[in-house]
């Protein structure tokens, strides 16, 4: 008799602060697909959802549900929640009713969605998964590494799986584990009980990555414990800061085969240890001024100013202007700035034509306490659909949309001005539009950390700038109304 698993992914990472709401129309603008068309474009991509696709043995039918997936930003509508959620409820009562009934739900999920009425998203997602498919059926899903844990996804689920890298390139990985969880549940082989271990910490996200900091320590540790027997899984959550949540914040979750002390002491001693090491992921930013005027006195270039703060793959506006305002101060020459995204100043550019002048109000739109609009009077260089393909390690071969752009020339600095939210982690992001990177002095790239692998082969020096933003690692700059505390870094230990 064969198996029916239904499968779905639901992928959101919030950022609370953010007031550009999430609603199905941004969703469709990266991925939303019902049904059978899931079917049209996971299969043979290295995702969570291929990753299920290819496990599955023949003797399994996979009851594809949702695909929903859209670009950090802030709250996920009622709308938008309950439809993909919806969705994946229907398909599994349908297959519950059918004659075959239902063996599993295998879910890709985030764990930093925060809906308009739900502050834990994924929470939400598996309770009522849990409560339409009763205490037996096995549900397993894979989280994001910025996941924000709590004990109500873990009760809800049977088998969690963190992903173990960043930037993440193992979501296929961790959905194949978690689809042998099924297997070996449905076997008898594993009974699986897992322990959420959550520290007073929630440290930003800046030096999260996993080839160097320190989360090169905490997940040998948990490589190391996956090693013993009876450990099935051990995940390192940094958790994401940019979401006003009581739980937000690291934690270590372990899954073993039966044994809850056993489980506990891992979780336990990994999480000890991250709090040992806390202060490791804290990083010095430097002040916009300090940062331009180092830039300009470089001997060398490009220097890169990182506007890590308005960083898009974390929630940033894209529009914010403070090292805009630095660099025209500071008199900065030959340099080139990515991005602002600001679809009116676009709209100007386009009618003013390629060549000639154009007067602008410029970006600091979306939040008048991240900075204001810049007014400035510039030479439209060029204007571009937008369009290009990445060429650098990240995302490679895939096509990048920035909408409508325009290159505006301010005098030393050139802007490029964007209709759409796009870090711009290739250098494509400059030659599409007419701009060598290399031989500029300067480029400020609003990105976190995804664009040095493409940038730092030829970049002279990064300069990581505290400006403002939705995404900035100074977390002092945020107001939390609802996180619990004390807690690392905002409060003393
Ligand atoms: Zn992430």
């Known amino acids: 008799m064969s198996k029916r698993v239904v499968i779905g992914m639901i992928n959101h990472e919030t950022n609370s602060f953010s007031p550009i709401p999430t609603d199905l129309e941004r969703f469709s603008q990266r991925v939303l697909g019902f049904g059978q068309e899931i079917l049209e474009i996971a299969p043979g991509t290295h995702t969570g959802l291929g990753g299920y696709i290819d496990a599955a043995g023949p003797d399994v039918q996979l009851v594809p549900a949702v695909a929903a997936s859209a670009v950090p930003s802030g709250l996920v509508t009622s709308e938008a929640f309950e439809r993909v959620l919806g969705e994946l409820l229907e398909t599994i009562q349908t297959t519950l009713e059918s004659p075959g009934g239902l063996d599993g739900v295998a879910l890709c999920l985030h764990g930093a ?11 939400e997602v598996l309770r009522r998964v849990r409560e339409l ?14 996941a924000n844990m709590t004990e109500e996804m873990v009760e809800a689920a049977d088998a969690l799986f963190g992903y173990d890298t960043n930037p993440h390139v193992d979501g296929y990985e961790r959905a194949v584990e978690a689809y042998q969880a099924l297997e070996d549940i449905w076997s008898g082989q594993l009974r699986p009980v897992m322990h959420l271990e959550k520290l007073p910490m929630m440290p930003p996200t800046i030096n999260m990555r996993t080839a160097e900091g320190p989360m090169v320590e905490l997940f040998e540790m948990a490589r190391e414990y996956e090693g013993e027997s009876g450990v099935v899984n051990v995940s390192v959550f940094g958790g994401f800061p940019y979401t006003d949540v009581e739980f937000a914040g690291l934690s270590v979750l372990s899954l073993t085969n039966d044994d809850a002390d056993l489980a506990a002491e891992e979780a336990e001693g990994v999480a000890e240890r991250a709090w040992e090491i806390r202060h490791q992921f804290l990083k010095e930013l430097t002040p916009p001024r300090e940062a331009v005027r180092r830039a300009v006195e470089a ?7 990182a506007d890590v703060a308005d960083n898009m793959g ?9 090292l805009l305002i630095e660099l025209l101060w500071g008199k900065a020459e030959n340099a080139a700035f990515a991005l602002i995204v600001d679809p009116e100043a676009v709209e100007a550019c386009v009618a003013a034509g390629p060549g000639e002048m154009v007067g602008l109000s410029l970006g600091g739109k979306v939040c008048p306490e991240h900075g204001f609009p810049v007014h400035c009077e510039g030479i439209v260089r060029s204007l571009t659909d937008g369009m290009f393909t990445n060429k650098g390690p990240m995302g490679t071969g895939m096509v990048t949309r920035l909408g409508r752009t325009a290159r505006v020339d301010l005098g030393g600095v050139e802007v490029l001005v964007t209709e759409n939210r796009t870090a711009p982690n290739d250098p494509e992001v400059f030659r ?3 701009i ?3 031989e500029k002095d300067i480029l400020v790239l ?9 940038y730092e082969p030829f970049a002279a020096e ?6 403002p933003g939705f995404a900035s690692p100074n977390l002092d700059h945020f107001v939390y109304r609802k996180l619990r505390r004390p807690i690392f870094p905002l409060d003393e230990f």
């Open 113 to 123: 969605m925060v809906g308009e009425s739900f502050d834990d998203g994924e929470g």
């Open 133 to 146: 498919v009763g205490p037996d059926i096995p549900v397993v899903a894979t989280l994001d590494l910025h």
């Open 299 to 305: 001997e060398s270039g490009p220097v890169i100013l």
């Open 314 to 322: 974390g929630g940033g506006s894209g529009d914010t202007t403070s």
């Open 432 to 434: 599409h539009a007419g």
């Open 436 to 438: 060598e990177p290399t």
């Open 446 to 454: 609003k990105s976190r950390g995804h664009f040095r692998a493409a």
């Open 462 to 467: 990064v300069i990581e700038v505290d400006c």
